[in-house]
């Protein structure tokens, strides 16, 4: 794979770590795959009347990985991506995304990414993404997740997903329907600072009986940056849904949460947290009392909130 | 050695602490006690630096520390053990004992800290958050403090919260340092344990003395009351 030191970068952060993976993977660099590879269980496949993948999951395919990062460092370069992904009953898998922005340009470059998830009966997925842009040009750096998940009886999805420095502009939607005793679990972390806005918004439908969701969002605005989160739990039988949305908030910044729950069944039990705060000043001063500057101490505290 | 000279403390005209003078030699283990709002938290956080004294001069081994900011008095060797541990969105246990520590931790000689204060390995990986009950988090406070292993640790009511069993550990710990340790309390078995004893009262130092002497003290005005 004939890669820039850039991308490499990209991929580094993306991924944790550059190199070919074990397994199925799909490399996308300026909107074009450079690398791709599927395995006996995994079949990666590019669609034919949109640019993006369809990815095959066979059933029972347990303890495999497909990766599939997205590197974009041509400035100007407008993207919408259509990943679908179609996981048989009973497997277990790792989905490793993300998109890294590298702007040195005057163009705003923007990543749509749209991903679906159709997990079968029984199966597992754990979803890792991670989004961030870099680069001083005056061009942004965009980029707009869709994430859909349809889980059939009994599937479980655990989703993290994070925006670390530097995406001037996101709105990130994820949706999702559960059927019989799935389950259905968010980490979400966001950064923004200087001018970034964020909006992030989530439709959870607990359509099946004894279904479960947990969305777990913590955020932090500095600079003038501005957030908003609107999340959306519908319980239409006897099911649990919890949400909590965390923000710290900073300097000039500002965050908007607007929580709703929709109960449409009496057994369902709907719970929403929001905390909206600066940074405690106790929190400061009991780091400070063990060595580290106001600064440091700001920092350890923003790292492990986003943790 | 720390030496205050003269330290008042006034908020809103009211002298939470009044001209209070005193010396600390190195290795001693004092304790400061007396009635609830008498000034000996206000004491302890003027000694950290968590709050400035409105006049007054803090020296540390012959040293002007009195406008040093909390961290280069941490730097100098003081280490405070807050009375109401704070709780951390996101830092594990094991995060902030490595931060007191200053250095890359081993996950096995955190877990001997933790140890210390009765509790087990397992809470290294917990977040510092309500989950855990205030006992604990006071016994992680004290092990940061214990992590730091400085000159001068301050406790600040270190008994508040914890259980009995928790306590008479506390009280060896405290009772096994070699490092000068000024202890705010209550508690009389804890004030038993220091050489020395200071009774606050009104901002100001109304006795100071041996323990037993000051404990003896106090028994007789409690009988005389």
């Avoid at chain 1, 929709?262 to 060595?291: F, N, P, Q």
Wanted: include cysteine; charged fraction near 25%.
């Amino acid at each position: 794979m004939n890669l820039s030191k850039i991308e490499k970068q990209i991929f580094c952060t993306v991924a944790g770590d550059f190199k070919i993976p074990d397994g199925a993977y799909n490399f996308r660099v300026n909107g074009k795959s450079v690398g791709r590879s599927s395995s006996d269980n995994i079949d990666v496949i590019s669609k034919t009347d949109v640019s993006g993948l369809d990815i095959f999951i066979k059933p029972n395919t347990k303890n495999e990985a497909v990766h599939i990062p997205v590197a974009i460092s041509k400035t100007g370069l407008k993207e919408a991506v259509y990943n679908d992904f179609h996981i048989g009953d009973n497997a277990d898998v790792t989905i490793v995304a993300g998109c890294g922005i590298y702007n040195c340009g005057e163009l705003d470059s923007i990543h749509d990414g749209i991903h679906r998830f159709y997990v079968g009966k029984n199966s597992k997925i754990k979803y890792i993404e991670k989004h961030f842009g870099f680069g001083a040009g005056a061009g942004g750096k965009i980029l707009n997740p869709v994430t859909e998940v349809f889980l059939e009886e009994g599937a479980v999805a655990e989703l993290y997903m994070e925006q670390i420095k530097g995406v001037d502009s996101t709105k990130r939607q994820t949706r999702a329907k559960l059927k019989k005793d799935a389950k259905l679990f968010v980490n979400e972390r966001l950064f923004t600072h200087g001018r970034q806005t964020a909006i992030s918004e989530y439709k959870i439908d607990l359509a099946g009986e004894n279904s479960t969701t947990d969305i777990n969002s913590r955020s932090i605005a500095q600079d003038i940056s501005r957030q908003t989160f609107r999340s959306k739990i519908i319980g239409r039988k006897k099911c649990r849904g919890h949400s909590a949305c965390d923000a710290i908030i900073m300097d000039g910044a500002s965050v908007l949460a607007l929580p709703a729950l929709d109960a449409k069944c009496v057994d369902a039990e709907l719970i929403h947290e929001a905390a909206i705060g600066k940074i405690a000043g106790e929190e400061l001063t009991k780091l400070m009392t063990l060595g580290l500057t106001y600064a440091e101490a700001e920092s350890k505290i923003i790292n492990g909130f986003l943790k | 050695m720390l030496e205050l000279r003269n330290i008042s403390y006034v908020v809103d005209g009211l002298k939470i602490l009044d001209d209070v003078s005193l010396k600390i030699e190195t290795g001693n283990f004092l304790a400061i006690t007396g009635p609830n709002g008498s000034g000996k938290s206000t004491l302890a956080q003027i000694i950290m630096g968590i709050k400035k004294p409105t006049s007054g001069q803090i020296l540390l081994n012959g040293e002007d520390i009195t406008e040093l900011s909390i961290t280069d008095r941490a730097k100098k060797g003081i280490a405070f053990a807050f009375q109401q541990p704070v709780k951390f969105k996101g830092l594990t246990v094991f995060d902030l004992l490595e931060i007191a520590s200053g250095a890359k931790l081993k996950k096995s000689s955190a877990a001997e800290l933790l140890e210390k204060v009765g509790l087990n390995p397992e809470y290294l990986e917990r977040e510092l958050s309500s989950a855990l009950s205030g006992g604990e988090l006071k016994r992680i406070e004290i092990a940061t403090v214990l992590t730091r292993n400085a000159d001068l640790m301050i406790f600040d009511e270190p008994e508040a919260g914890i259980d009995l069993w928790s306590f008479e550990k506390l009280v060896d710990i405290l009772s096994g340092l070699s490092n000068t340790a000024i202890v705010i309390s209550h508690q009389e078995k804890l004030l038993q344990a220091a050489n020395e004893i200071i009774l606050l009262k009104k901002g100001k130092i109304a006795e100071r003395g041996k323990a037993k002497d000051i404990l003896r003290k106090l028994e007789g005005g409690k009988n005389e009351s």
